[in-house]
T-cell receptor, first 112, second 111 residues
């Protein structure tokens, strides 16, 4: 099984701080997705990265795909309480892009 | 558009009882999925479907059955519920691109 390791598992910060969370695999993957899951709801897709070295920005969120396509990071600038949630990375499994394998997630709490 | 809907939202069962979870999507997606989410375990794929009338096993299929008689619906059945099946169940759907759309989840407790 090709696992996705996410770190840290838990992160609690104050409003206004910056943070980075990571997603790593021992094998190369063709694409990687980041989802955010708010308490009591289903995950929602934030971004898909497909090219090694790719950087995508979504307001205060910056996503990077490693050059070797084995890792990815999510950086949040000036975190806000609304950023609180579980951040999940996912990659295609079994040679397909319609079936995903998820990491266990990073649970982020941003305190006002 | 409602997106992906799941019924019921909450359910409590006794060991050995059966139930069916219903997932419906209005986006005309080919692919549908059932996941379970447990603390510290992340999302794990139970069963999935690549089109109407097809189903396939995922990572943790034991104790569950599924059916996809209509393209818009994907049913997850528990024939004889066990406490180990206490979890939050999510349905998702996707087209041939990468994004999966998730429902709001069903919280199931088996006593």
């Amino acid at each position: 099984t090709q696992l996705l390791e996410q770190s840290p598992q838990f992160l609690s910060i104050q409003e206004g701080e910056n943070l980075t969370v990571y997603c790593n695999s021992s094998s190369v993957f063709s694409s990687l997705q980041w989802y955010r899951q708010e308490p009591g709801e289903g995950p929602v897709l934030l971004v898909t990265v497909v090219t090694g070295g790719e950087v995508k920005k979504l307001k205060r969120l910056t996503f990077q795909f490693g050059d070797a396509r084995k890792d990815s990071s999510l950086h949040i600038t000036a975190a806000q309480p609304g950023d609180t949630g579980l951040y999940l990375c996912a990659k295609g499994s079994g040679g397909s892009n319609y079936k995903l394998t998820f990491g266990k997630g990073t649970l982020l709490t941003v305190n006002p | 558009n409602a997106g992906v809907t799941q019924t019921p939202k909450f359910r409590v069962l006794k060991t050995g009882q059966s139930m069916t979870l219903l997932c419906a999507q209005d986006m005309n997606h080919e692919y549908m999925y059932w996941y379970r989410q447990d603390p510290g375990m992340g999302l794990r794929l139970i069963h999935y479907s690549v089109g109407e009338g097809t189903t396939a096993k995922g990572e943790v299929p034991d104790g569950y059955n599924v059916s996809r008689l209509k393209k818009q619906n994907f049913l997850l059945g528990l024939e004889s519920a066990a406490p180990s099946q206490t979890s939050v169940y999510f349905c998702a759907s996707s087209s041939r691109v990468y994004e999966q759309f998730f429902g709001p989840g069903t919280r199931l407790t088996v006593l």
